[in-house]
């Protein structure tokens, strides 16, 4: 049987990914450059400094890739990359590359969607299992979002984020907390460090947040409210303890906890309500297919927040999946993956030689 392989390049934030996967979904390469490190010492991401990086990484990235997948390049049946959304200034790195090696090597491009790729992940384990349609909750540093999901290029929306999305919440909180000021954070996203903080809390339900939009007949999310109580109830313990400038209150687990139950409860308050919808006698959104869950994007990393998922999707007879840990953050095989998507779905129609059209955004 004829096996393809796809060159992915992920480059539309701070992680410069590339890898290679064939049509039967097997990683036969996978190179992460993270450039948490730096970043974090200024706080947050600068867009022309993270476009330095991935330029300076790039190159070594694609020729490790190759080296550990043990292929020629002209093995490869086509590029896909990253063109939106993203940091435009990031997305130009992997796009301007591809579109350099594809020209060169006279090999096709596929632009894939960022979320559709995390979207479409939990399928490379296991396509037959994973059909379409499937409802999907996506949650990252950059989204959150509800979609039905019926192929590559194929997906409606049902609610999504009005301000933050819950890992930009947490990876400000977090920053806000100084837990990267702690040895054993310094160099996780804070989602991360959150999680594993709340493992240590001692009084778990010393915390409590209002349910955002409680109220809302709709698949809305918001977590500005959660935020700003955050930085708030942080405030008034940094005052009670006089907590010095470069400290962490003494009662972070605690903290942790309840924030983590407060965004749990939402996404699980707000999923809820899609499967509702979707599954209603006179919607049957499912059609025919197993009524199925999943969760993507760096925040289904999270234990926590995926078992109490699993646990709603159960209540309503509803399969629920999430990609491997590592393939739920940022990285090349998700984007490798979309771009064999596209080709197990509509053939080499897909496949594009008319470089300079394909643009960022
Ligand atoms: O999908 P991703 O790698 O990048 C975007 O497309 O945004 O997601 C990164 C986000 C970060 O905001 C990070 O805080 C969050 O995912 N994250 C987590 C965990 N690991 C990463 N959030 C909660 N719990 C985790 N274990
Ligand atoms: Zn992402």
Known sequence: RHLSYVLGIETSCDDTGLAIVDTDG??????????QEF??????????????LHRARIESAYDRCLAEAQ?????????????????????????????????????????????????????????????????????????????????????????????????????????????????????WNGGRAIEHAARLASQPLAYEFPLPLAQQRNCHFSFAGIKNNSFRAIRARERMEETPPDGV?????????????AC????????QRALEYCLQ???QLFGDAPPTLVVSGGVANNDAIY??????????????????KRYCSDNGVMIAWHGVEQLLQAGESCLRFDYDSIDVQ
């Open 281 to 283: 006698p006179n919607v």
């Open 264 to 271: 749990s409860r939402h996404l699980m308050h707000r999923t």
């Open 307 to 324: 078992a109490n998922m699993e646990h709603l999707a159960k209540q309503y007879n509803c399969r629920s999946f999430r990609p491997a």
């Open 249 to 261: 209150i003494s009662n972070y687990g605690d903290f942790c906890a309840g924030l983590l139950r």
């Open 71 to 187: 292929l020629q390049p002209d093995q490869l049946t086509a590029i896909a990359v990253t063109t939106r959304p993203g940091l435009p200034l990031s997305l130009l790195v992997g796009l301007r590359f591809a579109r350099h090696l594809a020209r060169r090597l006279k090999k096709p491009l596929l632009p894939v969607h960022h979320m559709e790729a995390h979207a479409l992940q939990a399928r490379m384990e296991q396509p037959a299992t994973i059909s379409f349609p499937f409802l999907c909750l996506l949650v990252s540093g950059g989204h959150c979002q509800l979609v039905m999901v019926r192929g590559p290029g194929r997906l409606s929306l049902l609610g999504q984020t009005l301000d933050d999305a819950p890992g930009e919440a947490f990876d400000k909180i977090a920053r806000r907390l100084r837990l990267h000021v702690l040895p054993q954070y310094r160099l």
């Open 26 to 35: 097997r990683v036969h390469a996978n190179v992460l450059e993270s450039q």
């Open 39 to 52: 970043h974090t010492r200024y706080g947050g991401i600068i867009p022309p400094r993270a476009q330095d």
